[in-house]
C-alpha cells in the first residue's frame, strides 16, 4: 500500500467527487479511478459507493479514511523532523495583499503546533503580484488568489469566495441587493500597473479594460473608491469602513484562495503546508 495511493483516497474521500478529487490532485480522472480500484482490491473489500452524482464513504472506507490521515501526517512530520535535522527547516511564505483571512490565521496557528521547529518566513506582497515572489524565488509557496499565468507552478484550490462590487456607501447602486457588469457599464475602475499579470488584471477589471486610476495595495483600493467614486471588486466577508458598500456581484465567476509551489518541488515542507492549508482553510467561521 503506497502513501501515494493513500493521498489519492483521502482527496477523493474529502472531496467526494472523483472529478474535483482529480483537479485537487493536478492529474486526470481515469488513472485516479484506477488506483483507488487498486487499492480496493488490494484491501479486498469497497472503500465507496459510486453514482453519478459523485461517491460516499463505506463503512471500510470510513475506517480507512481515518487511519490514511494519520499515517500521512505522521509521513509529513517525519520529512520534516529530516529536514529539521539537516539544518534546512526554513519556510518562505508568500502571502497576498490581506493577512487577515481567519484561514490564514488558522493556518498560521496549526502550522506553529505540528511543526515547531520550522522557521517560518512572510513575505507580503502587493497587488500587482499574483505568485507573491515565487517566480523570482523569493518565497517557497505562496497564499494568494487565482487566477494567473501559472504555468511552470502547482496550484492547490483552498477555496472559493464570491465577489462583489466596492462602492461609496451614498452610491446610487450601494443599496441594492445584487448588481450586475452591466450596471456598472461606463464607470471608472480601479486597475493596476502596466505588466501586471493579464489573467489577474482582467479578472479584477470583470473582464473588459478599465480606465482609472493605477493601484498596488488594498488600502490604496479603498482609498480610490472613497475619494474618487471609483468601483472595484472583492471577495465578500472583508470587513470594510461604514464609508464603503458591497454588492454582490451576480455574473462573477468567485474568487479562488490556492496555495502555489514551483512545479516539481518536492520539499517536505511544503508539502506539509500545503496539507495543513487544505484543511485550515475547509473550515468556515
Same mark, same amino acid.
Given at each position: 500500500?503506497?502513501?501515494?495511493?493513500?493521498?489519492?483516497?483521502?482527496?477523493?474521500?474529502?472531496?467526494?467527487?472523483?472529478?474535483?478529487?482529480?483537479?485537487?490532485?493536478?492529474?486526470?480522472?481515469?488513472?485516479?479511478?484506477?488506483?483507488?480500484?487498486?487499492?480496493?482490491?488490494?484491501?479486498?473489500?469497497?472503500?465507496?459507493?459510486?453514482?453519478?452524482?459523485?461517491?460516499?464513504?463505506?463503512?471500510? !472506507?470510513?475506517?480507512?479514511?481515518?487511519?490514511?490521515?494519520? %499515517?500521512?501526517?505522521?509521513?509529513?512530520?517525519?520529512?520534516?523532523?529530516?529536514?529539521?535535522?539537516?539544518?534546512?527547516?526554513?519556510?518562505?511564505?508568500?502571502?497576498?495583499?490581506?493577512?487577515?483571512?481567519?484561514?490564514?490565521?488558522?493556518?498560521?496557528?496549526?502550522?506553529?503546533?505540528?511543526?515547531?521547529?520550522?522557521?517560518?518566513?512572510?513575505?507580503?506582497?502587493?497587488?500587482?503580484?499574483?505568485?507573491?515572489?515565487?517566480?523570482?524565488?523569493?518565497?517557497?509557496?505562496?497564499?494568494?488568489?487565482?487566477?494567473?499565468?501559472?504555468?511552470?507552478?502547482?496550484?492547490?484550490?483552498?477555496?472559493?469566495?464570491?465577489?462583489?462590487?466596492?462602492?461609496?456607501?451614498?452610491?446610487? %447602486?450601494?443599496?441594492?441587493?445584487?448588481?450586475?457588469?452591466?450596471?456598472?457599464?461606463?464607470?471608472?475602475?480601479?486597475?493596476?500597473?502596466? !505588466?501586471?499579470?493579464?489573467?489577474?488584471?482582467?479578472?479584477?477589471?470583470?473582464?473588459?479594460?478599465?480606465?482609472?486610476?493605477?493601484?498596488?495595495?488594498?488600502?490604496?483600493?479603498?482609498?480610490?473608491?472613497?475619494?474618487?467614486?471609483?468601483?472595484?471588486?472583492?471577495?465578500? !466577508?472583508?470587513?470594510?469602513?461604514?464609508? %464603503?458598500?458591497?454588492?454582490?456581484?451576480?455574473?462573477?465567476?468567485?474568487?479562488?484562495?490556492?496555495?502555489?509551489?514551483?512545479?516539481?518541488?518536492?520539499?517536505?515542507?511544503?508539502?506539509?503546508?500545503?496539507?495543513?492549508?487544505?484543511?485550515?482553510?475547509?473550515?468556515?467561521?
Amino acid at each position: 500500500m503506497e502513501l501515494r495511493t493513500l493521498r489519492y483516497f483521502v482527496a477523493v474521500a474529502e472531496e467526494l467527487h472523483f472529478g474535483r478529487a482529480a483537479v485537487r490532485l493536478h492529474m486526470s480522472q481515469p488513472p485516479l479511478s484506477r488506483a483507488i480500484k487498486r487499492l480496493e482490491s488490494e484491501i479486498g473489500a469497497p472503500l465507496l459507493h459510486r453514482s453519478p452524482a459523485g461517491v460516499t464513504l463505506t463503512a471500510v !472506507g470510513s475506517a480507512l479514511l481515518v487511519e490514511a490521515r494519520s %499515517l500521512l501526517d505522521h509521513a509529513d512530520r517525519l520529512r520534516v523532523r529530516v529536514a529539521v535535522a539537516a539544518g534546512s527547516a526554513t519556510l518562505t511564505v508568500g502571502l497576498l495583499g490581506d493577512g487577515t483571512d481567519p484561514g490564514a490565521r488558522r493556518l498560521a496557528a496549526a502550522y506553529r503546533r505540528r511543526h515547531p521547529d520550522v522557521e517560518v518566513r512572510v513575505r507580503e506582497t502587493d497587488l500587482t503580484d499574483p505568485t507573491c515572489g515565487l517566480r523570482a524565488g523569493l518565497v517557497d509557496v505562496a497564499l494568494t488568489r487565482a487566477p494567473f499565468d501559472d504555468t511552470g507552478l502547482t496550484v492547490h484550490e483552498l477555496r472559493t469566495d464570491p465577489v462583489g462590487a466596492v462602492l461609496r456607501a451614498d452610491d446610487p %447602486l450601494a443599496g441594492r441587493d445584487r448588481v450586475s457588469l452591466t450596471d456598472l457599464a461606463g464607470r471608472r475602475w480601479f486597475r493596476f500597473p502596466d !505588466g501586471t499579470d493579464p489573467l489577474w488584471q482582467s479578472y479584477w477589471s470583470g473582464g473588459e479594460s478599465r480606465e482609472g486610476p493605477v493601484v498596488r495595495a488594498v488600502q490604496e483600493c479603498v482609498q480610490a473608491v472613497l475619494w474618487n467614486g471609483t468601483v472595484g471588486m472583492t471577495p465578500l !466577508g472583508h470587513d470594510l469602513s461604514p464609508e %464603503l458598500a458591497v454588492v454582490p456581484l451576480t455574473d462573477m465567476a468567485p474568487s479562488r484562495v490556492v496555495a502555489v509551489w514551483n512545479e516539481g518541488d518536492a520539499n517536505p515542507l511544503v508539502r506539509s503546508f500545503v496539507r495543513i492549508a487544505t484543511t485550515a482553510y475547509r473550515e468556515r467561521t
